[in-house]
């Protein structure tokens, strides 16, 4: 068994490669909640939302998110009627979140929304959302005073704009991992951390304190991707919020987030001059191509993380 | 001031002769909430969107309901998901049930809602739903065992095919009337039953304790357009609900729903030859062609009732 920590679009690129590598074993996702949103009296799961639409290629491959081809007729009814719109939200789109919505209001929880999900779209892995319970990661932006805000206030409605000063995840203490995470990590023989943003979509899940603690004892099969190449964030505001809470926009500013669960990092090779530095931290280093750009970027690069497993195992 | 009392499809188009007549006078709509129903996590009320898509003009006029043009890609998404997909939701419906579950979210009441898309559609009156609080139409129906339906079950699902043994009122104890709506009927010069279904559409208004009320005092200023023409419904199921729990397929039939509330009876001149029977029951009555088969027919017989209601002023 293979378990990855996720969040949305990177994460959603890296297990396309892993479910076209022929692996011939379990994948497990385990995947960020706290970008989640009650909107509309809708439960919306953007991460495992396009990781879904991505895996099951109804995804926009433009935008990296949201359904190909789709129609705004709600949306635009909405704005008629004077409704905020600032959230995309497509009508194939809503099908879904309406769906979740009736399995939601009939008792069951977002794991099992998820799993009858993933296999409405006959996928070939499990996708687990890290908790069943409400957290959600707020972020403190810069002003005059200070915001606190929702992720998708501040990642969509305020474009990320804003500095952020500071992050935290609502109800992480109450919250704990949905049935099957812990197992997964402790019986994974590799657990991979995609390339997501560390600060974003991976630490919402380091959030919760069972599963930090498999995750420490998984240190040695641990792998990262880092999401920072050359000195950038592939997507997204990575670089801007590693560099304003005082990280390094880096594969070394990503290591040192999510140093206390990792044993390898694969880096980039335009990164390559930075394997030494994270030696002798302690990591072990893999150089490779991590630019997901193809079908077979995206394998190979599958294959590479998956065969360096293999000599931890 | 004039008020009515209103269903769907029926008052809708009463009330579209209404808004039309130039009538120089405020219209105050009171709606049945009993047919609205939760679902996918939305508020849907089917009779006050009936009557805002009507007189918007965005109905779509050969099913008497729904949005004309409409398009339907989250329902099939629903549809590919597996979820129950009985109730027809197109897009932009589904955009003003988005809107409502949002305002209703923020802490407003159905009727601040209500007020604010009559306000967002520029209409010409005041649509009030009858209550705030959830009052839901329930429909024993017979079978092995009997059972009991919401409006919606019954009425689309079961394309209301199975034989009506009883209609209950779910909260009707509870209920309060609106804000406004009492005040409209004590203040009104007419109170007009809208040509709706008395059993499903006007008794769950008539299940309000502080309504029936009102309207026993207005009894002499309240005037009704019968829904049975020529011995059966001009839409919907309300003919074989009447024979079903013993009442004549006839405006006797609706007149004796109707009796403790009503001093006029409006019928159809097919009918002309039962208005001595009303008559002797108590009832002014009043023919005059009543099918409103055109925006001009809508009118006449707006004009009709008002020329009658001002006899009673």
């Not at 919250?175 to 990590?185: C, H, T, Y």
């Amino acid at each position: 068994m293979i378990t990855v920590l996720c969040g949305g679009v990177g994460a959603a690129k890296f297990l396309e490669g892993l479910i076209h590598s022929n692996l011939n074993e379990e994948i497990v996702a385990i995947v960020n909640v706290g970008d989640d949103e009650e909107m509309y009296g809708l439960h919306i799961s953007p991460d495992i939302d396009t990781i879904i639409y991505t895996l099951s290629d109804l995804v926009d491959r433009e935008r990296g998110w949201g359904i190909k081809g789709e129609s705004y007729q709600a949306l635009s009814r909405l704005k008629e009627l004077g409704a905020p719109t600032w959230f995309t939200l497509g009508d194939r789109d809503i099908g879904l979140h309406l769906y979740r919505k009736h399995l939601l209001e009939s008792g069951h929880t977002l794991s099992d929304v998820t799993t009858a999900i993933t296999q409405a779209h006959n996928l070939p892995l499990s996708l687990i959302p890290s908790t069943n319970q409400k957290l959600r990661t707020m972020i403190l932006v810069e002003g005059e005073p200070d915001e606190l805000l929702s992720f998708q206030k501040y990642f969509v409605e305020r474009r990320h704009q804003p500095t952020v000063k500071g992050l935290y995840f609502l109800g992480s203490t109450e919250a704990q991992p949905s049935p099957g995470v812990v197992e997964a990590i402790e019986s994974s023989r590799a657990v991979i951390i995609a390339p997501s943003n560390p600060l974003l979509s991976i630490a919402p899940i380091l959030a919760i304190e069972a599963i930090r603690g498999a995750l420490e004892k998984a240190k040695e099969r641990t792998i990262a991707i880092s999401p920072i190449v050359g000195g950038r964030a592939i997507k997204g505001p990575a670089d801007r919020i590693l560099e304003s809470l005082g990280y390094a926009i880096s594969p070394e500013g990503a290591a040192k987030v999510l140093a206390p669960y990792i044993g390898t990092m694969v880096i980039d090779t335009v990164d390559a001059h930075l394997s030494h530095s994270l030696e002798s931290g302690g990591l072990r280093v893999v150089t490779t191509n991590t630019m997901m750009t193809s079908i077979e970027s995206k394998v190979d690069l599958a294959h590479r993380v998956i065969s360096e497993a293999k000599d931890l195992s």
